[in-house]
C-alpha cells in the first residue's frame, strides 16, 4: 500500500538538535543566518533612532530639565536620567505599587504613565517627603513600628500611605467604608487595608505598616 500526500516533517530529535547548535553559537557570539531565504535581517546603523524631546519636570519642588525619548514612562525618568532612585521599579506594570509616587498630591504608579504627560505637575518621590535630614512624619513612623523588612517596596507604601491620608481627609469611600454617602471616613484597620491594597509587601511587614499609618493618622 503507497501512502499519499505525506510531508517529510522534522523529527522532534531535529528540532532539539538544531535549537542546541543555534544556542550554541549565539553564546560563541558566532552570528546565525537567517534561514529563509525571504528573510533579510536589517543592519543595526540602518535603525532609525527615536527622536528626544526636550522638557521640564517639577519634582519635589524643584526645576530638571531633561532630554528623553517621549515613550519614557515617569518612574524611568527619575530613576534612570535624575538619579532619584528612591522609587523603585518591581513589576513594571502597575501591579505591586513599589513605584508609587504622588503627582499633584495623588498618588500614582509611575511606572505607567510617561514623563511627558506631566510636565505642568507637582511631583513628590519620597525623597521630597523629607526636610533635609528630618524625616517626614510618615517616614519615622515607618522607623519606629519597623514598618519593613528588605525595603524594597517601603518607598511606594510610604508614599502611597500619604496619598491615601489625603483621599481619606477629602472624604472619599472605599470598598470597605460602612456607609459610602458619609461625609467622614472612620480609618479603621479594614480602611487602612483596603486603600494600601495596591502595594504588596512581599515581606509581609503588613501589620507593623498599618500601625505606622494609624499613628499618623492619629497624631494628624
Known sequence: MVETGKKNWPTRRTVLEGGAATGLLLAAGVPVQAQRADVVATPVSAVTPVPTMPMSLRINAEEFAVEIDPRTTLLDALRNHLGLVGSKKGCDHGQCGACTVLVNGRRINSCLTLAAMHEDDEITTIEGLANGDELGPMQAAFVARDGF??????????????????EVEAGWPSHASADITALSV?????EIRER??????????????VAAIRDVAEDA
Do not use: E, F, H, K
Not at 507604601?157 to 496619598?163: E, L
Open 186 to 190: 472612620a480609618l479603621t484597620d479594614a
Open 149 to 166: 523588612q528588605c525595603g524594597y517596596c517601603t518607598p511606594g507604601q510610604i508614599c502611597s500611605a500619604v496619598g491615601m491620608l489625603g
Open 196 to 209: 494600601m491594597s495596591g502595594n504588596i509587601c512581599r515581606c509581609a511587614a503588613y501589620p507593623n505598616i
